[in-house]
């Protein structure tokens, strides 16, 4: 079912309304008897397109579904447009999780066209466009890197991709690359699309970064890219080592042969939520809020972009979080093209930071199981990795402890493979950063305790290994070692806080009792920090990541656990009990008889919530509801308060004991609004509650 719609109507339906994996893309047909779903639910398995110029035009999109929307079996179906659906990842169930969608259609000028998509008949995948074309088309494409060398492509070269990513009947997708020259380090990549009509997209990018090669040294040039002898970008660089960056400045996003069509294709925003491989998010943002206002317009290579100058800086940045503020603008934000296109540039803006390491045996980002001993840190037991040597541009510094989720959401909206291969180095680079025998060699444990990772750490280095092992194709050898890293650190944290008896209140062990006060042996630790560690496993647990079923019951088992940390600091009023009002501190006492055994679980531990608020606060639990939230810097919305309700939702979604009570006291306080409100401007802590009769909009 096809529909045009003006711009107005569509930013509100969007928001309301030879190694690696290979995707082979296939049609569908309706049975007889069957019509695709309405537009007029909240969430419309949709997508939209639009362009500003009228014409039959290309376009391609990743789209994710719900588990069981397209069941095993079954194809993409569009009614009255030609769709390929080159399928990435199934649900556990067989049905399709993630695919790109590629094709061609009839556009107006500014006029967008919703496409209503549903489960069809699979029909076998017709030949499309081979690499053929591309050798009779005469394509040309060059990277010049100064001194360094260059690199051409041109006639049968175009028949030797590194990787086939997709392959079907209506777009084809490669990924090509050449070293430059002699350099040992220095090797240009192109990800190219080629379209049935015979439309050629090209990323190109220069990478600096291999995992052991000694005397890694940044590499100053003039770069230039060129396709059919017409150059498209020239800039002096200095690339530092284990950098890239794409060959793109200005607007753009990629090159194309042809005129740039301009299209813009995206999946519908509540439908992307509700499929829960994203968190659900309660604010619709203005398109003339400062932070819509303040996104890249524009991509220099490695430009600060959205991050913090200095990654592992303390309090707010737009970057920390389940996902970084410019990702959330995309599911929330009513300029959604905008943000869409912001999105693309921070994670090419990530390309800045030193992350990029290739193992020189697969060209490929490292697999855990090949390198048990290898890490980054001097303390480690085994293989250290080659410092960079005499580089003069110094990278962007990475900090486990504070990094963000990149180039997950940026590959959920294009299924790019540059943006899925980002997301990979971050997930190593984690593993990388830990001390070898601490992480449990290869298996890639993240410990709370460890000060190389910290409990926020631990929590956003789950993150990103979830998000991984969720957006890896099926059929990548890098899959499974996600999902192994992923089920060994749930097994550990299943093995320490639920196999054996440990402390009452969902605390994990903080790292080194670095939030101590001086003079006694009171153990403090940061609420916050434990928030973000129970967020993370809570989004873990939603997503349903390809793991075991027994590690699917260890992960729900650990959650249920680990949720008391939030539920018990939004009790009542008894003396047992945490007052809910002051929920949000920055340190609380978790141990008040000294340092605890967290590793055997023997504690000691208090008897209840209500020391555990004595002893933070000098005084008992009032007994008195002030009926208002508290404390915090409340009600800002990248406060405390709003540190915590991630925490808390996901314990509601999840059914734990106590968590709906404990969020009816959150949202029941009469200042309950204006932390709401705060979202509409810091909308990245802003998760409503999103079971399966959970509803759109506000809770």
């Known amino acids: 079912m096809i529909r045009r719609r003006s711009l107005l109507e569509l930013a509100t339906l969007s928001l309301g309304t030879s190694t690696g994996a290979r995707a082979a893309g296939s049609y569908a047909q309706a ?38 929307e397209i069941p095993a079996g079954a194809g993409v179906l569009a009614q009255g447009l030609r769709l390929q659906a080159s399928v990435l990842n199934r ?16 556009l107006e000028a500014a006029v967008p066209l919703v496409v209503q998509l549903g489960p069809g008949t699979a029909q076998p995948g017709a030949a499309g466009p081979g690499s053929d074309v591309l050798v009779r088309s005469r394509l040309h494409a060059r990277v010049d890197c100064g001194g360094f060398g260059a690199v051409e492509w041109s006639g049968a070269d175009w028949n030797a991709p590194f990787q086939t990513w997709a392959s079907g009947p209506e777009m084809a997708s490669w990924i090509y690359r050449k070293p430059v020259g002699d350099d040992p380090f ?37 770069y230039r890219f060129s396709l059919d002898g017409r150059e498209r970008f020239s800039r002096e660089v200095d690339l530092p080592a284990r950098c890239r960056t794409v060959l793109i400045s200005g607007s753009a996003l990629a090159h194309w042969k042809q005129e740039d069509p301009g299209v813009v294709a995206m999946q519908d925003g509540l439908h992307l939520q509700s499929t829960r491989l994203v968190p659900s998010y309660r604010a619709r943002v203005a398109a003339g809020a400062a932070v819509v206002r303040a996104l890249p317009e524009r991509y220099e290579p490695l430009q600060q972009g959205g991050y913090s100058p200095t990654m592992g800086d303390g309090g707010y940045q737009p970057a920390i979080g389940l996902l970084p503020l410019w990702d959330v603008l995309f599911l929330t934000c009513s300029d959604r093209v905008r943000a869409l296109q912001a999105l693309q540039r921070n994670a090419f803006s990530a390309g800045r930071y030193a992350i990029h390491r290739r193992d020189e045996a697969t060209n490929r980002p490292l697999r855990f199981s090949r390198h048990p001993h290898l890490s980054t840190d001097s303390s480690s037991t085994g293989e250290l990795v080659p410092p960079a040597s005499g580089t003069a541009a110094a990278p962007g510094g990475w900090d486990l402890a504070h990094h963000p989720s990149i180039g997950y959401l940026a590959y959920l909206a294009t299924a790019r493979s540059y943006f899925l291969e980002e997301l990979q180095f971050a997930a190593t680079e984690n593993y990388l950063y830990q001390v070898d025998d601490l992480r449990r060699f290869a298996q890639g444990v993240f410990l709370s305790a460890s000060g190389a990772a910290t409990t ?41 806080y639920v196999a054996q008896p440990n402390n009452p209140f969902g605390i994990v062990a903080p790292y080194a009792y670095s939030y101590d006060k001086p003079g006694g042996p009171i153990v403090h630790e940061a609420a916050w920090q434990q928030d973000f560690y129970t967020a993370a496993f809570g989004y873990m647990q939603a997503a349903e990541p390809p793991i075991s079923r027994k590690a699917r019951a260890r992960l729900a088992e650990f959650f249920a656990w680990k949720a008391r940390s939030i539920i018990g600091r939004l009790g009542g009023t008894e003396a047992s009990e945490w007052l809910y009002a002051d929920a949000a501190v920055y340190l609380f006492v978790v141990a008040p008889d000294g340092p605890a055994d967290w590793a055997r679980g023997t504690g000691p531990w208090a008897r209840d919530w209500g020391a555990l608020y004595r002893a933070t606060f000098g005084h008992a639990n009032p007994g008195v509801d002030p009926g208002e939230l508290r404390g915090g810097y409340f009600p800002n919305g990248s406060s405390y ?54 509803k759109a909009g506000p809770q």
Do not use: M
């Not at 309405?38 to 939209?48: H, K, R, V």
């Not at 939702?649 to 409100?677: E, T």
């Not at 401007?681 to 409503?688: D, F, S, V, Y």
């Open 186 to 222: 220095l090797v240009a990549w192109l990800e190219l699309r080629l379209w049935a009509q015979g439309e050629v997209e090209v990323l190109p990018w220069i990478e600096n970064g291999y995992l052991k090669r000694p005397h890694a040294t940044s590499k100053r040039a003039l």
């Open 456 to 496: 926020r750490g631990a929590a956003w280095a789950n993150r990103t290994l979830l998000q991984a092992a969720s957006a890896t194709p099926d059929g990548d050898a890098l899959h499974a070692e996600f999902v192994a890293s992923l089920e060994a650190n749930i097994r550990f944290n299943h093995g320490t």
């Open 641 to 694: 308060w709003g540190n915590l309700l991630p925490a808390i939702c996901y314990a509601v979604d999840h059914g734990v004991p106590g968590a709906a009570a404990a969020h009816a006291r959150l949202s029941g306080a009469a200042n309950w609004p204006q932390l709401l409100a705060s979202f509409d401007e810091i909308p990245i802590w802003g998760l409503r509650c999103a079971g399966p009769d959970a």
């Open 31 to 68: 049975p007889a008897s069957q019509a695709l779903p309405s537009a007029a639910s909240d969430a419309s398995c949709s997508f939209s397109l639009v362009a500003p110029a009228r014409g039959r035009l290309p376009f391609a999109l990743g789209f994710a579904f719900k588990p069981g």
């Open 91 to 106: 649900w556990q169930d067989g049905s399709i999780k993630f695919a790109l969608l590629a094709g061609t259609a009839e």
